[in-house]
């Protein structure tokens, strides 16, 4: 027997009932006319997550990396200049993917726990003016920071390249208009502010997007991750052709998290998740804990606190695992044994997740 636990790291978050039932509806075929049906219903329903009328709207079936992944193969092609704003493990990351991909990257780096600055990325591409790219991470999981969005899609555009934007941690959980903002690319994943278990990546591409795709010289270098074979089974189009066997009940887990989102209302859940963080800012501060990044920048869904001098972190969250059975999360790389990762993400952001956490430290510390 698994335990059962308390979800408040930097993902999975906890998962409502309702999706852990829904995902014991019964299998059908992946090209059931039902489930074909179902699935273009289903990219309604991200449309509205990601505030956007992009005909390509997915989910790729495997976890937020590989929409990652998805972004870079398909808009890259070997020898391209892409310019990555990376301030964190994910930027790190994204820099991976398209050394992987041949392509030719410009790394604009910033000091972890810190956002990612539109005067220093727009200096690269003024350098870098043959780059067809600027990807960047909107919410960095690994420091709690929020950049700004706009702006950097902004410039992509002023300067003629598509923007690529990780939005993994902000799906659900923070202000974020695809359209709006005018993001070419994106990509997320549904175990953090979705509270629907890890496994998938929904995906978006604007035409901008779509026609950098179809006019590629050589293809994808991923046979699984290749848009055109991808939007052949997950349409636009009425025939729908074999890629591989869809994911079926992960996908109605996906399908019913949407749903609760959009009963909840987009701009209430991106309410709920800021009112909890300030609930958990003011106990934090009054046990005389601090925050990691500037009030200015700070994620509501992911919380950076600092580890206090002399105390051992990891017996703070094998305290809190094993006596409260409530997981937190550990920092990354140069932030390892600093930071405690606090997530509020989803179903794991609310007044009784916060008062567990503030109750488990406060134990944990005395
Ligand atoms: C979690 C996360 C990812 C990777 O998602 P996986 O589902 O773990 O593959 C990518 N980017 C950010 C910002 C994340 O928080």
């Not at 999975?12 to 299998?27: F, K």
């Not at 598509?162 to 549904?190: F, M, N, P, Q, R």
């Not at 600093?338 to 430290?361: D, F, Q, Y």
Request: hydrophobic share 40%; net charge negative; aromatic share 8%.
């Amino acid at each position: 027997m698994l335990p059962k636990r308390t979800l408040m790291g930097p993902g999975p978050s906890d998962v409502y009932p309702e999706v852990l039932a829904a995902m014991s509806r019964p299998t059908i075929g992946h090209l059931d006319p039902a489930f074909v049906e179902f699935m273009d219903e289903l990219n309604q329903l991200l449309r509205y997550a990601f505030q956007t009328q992009n005909t390509v709207t997915m989910p790729i079936s495997a976890p937020g990396s590989a929409g990652m992944e998805c972004c870079f193969v398909n808009l890259l092609e070997p020898g391209e200049k892409v310019v990555i704003a990376s301030n964190g493990v994910f930027g790190g990351r994204m820099l991976e993917n398209a050394r992987r991909c041949g392509a030719n990257p410009v790394v604009v780096e910033f000091e972890w726990g810190t956002p990612v600055d539109p005067g220093k990325v727009e200096d690269a591409l003024k350098a870098n003016p043959d780059a067809v790219a600027l990807a960047f991470v909107h919410s960095e999981t690994s420091t709690g920071v929020r950049s700004d969005a706009e702006a950097l899609c902004k410039l992509a555009q002023q300067n003629d390249c598509l923007s690529i934007v990780d939005a993994v941690t902000t799906l659900g959980g923070i202000e974020l208009k695809v359209d709006d903002w005018g993001i070419d690319a994106i990509y997320s994943g549904t175990q953090k502010c979705l509270s629907v278990p890890p496994g998938l990546s929904p995906v978006s591409f604007n035409d901008a997007a779509m026609d950098k795709v179809k006019s590629r010289s050589t293809p994808s270098q991923s046979w699984f991750l290749d848009l055109d074979l991808l939007t052949g089974y997950w349409g636009p189009g009425a025939k729908r052709a074999y890629h591989h066997t869809a994911p079926i009940n992960s996908l109605y887990a996906l399908d019913e998290g949407l749903r609760l989102l959009k009963k909840e209302g987009l701009e209430n859940a991106w309410n709920r998740h800021a009112a909890n963080h300030v609930k958990l800012r003011e106990g934090l501060e009054a046990m005389g804990l601090e925050f990691y990044v500037d009030a200015e920048y700070r994620l509501p869904q992911l919380n950076a606190v600092k580890v206090p001098e002399g105390v051992d972190e990891a017996a703070v969250r094998s305290f809190l695992l094993n006596e409260f059975n409530l997981e937190i999360g550990a920092g990354l790389g140069p932030l390892a044994g600093k930071i405690w990762r606090i997530g509020l993400m989803g179903a794991s952001s609310s007044e009784k997740h916060v008062e567990l956490c503030l109750h488990g430290l406060k134990a944990a510390l005395a």
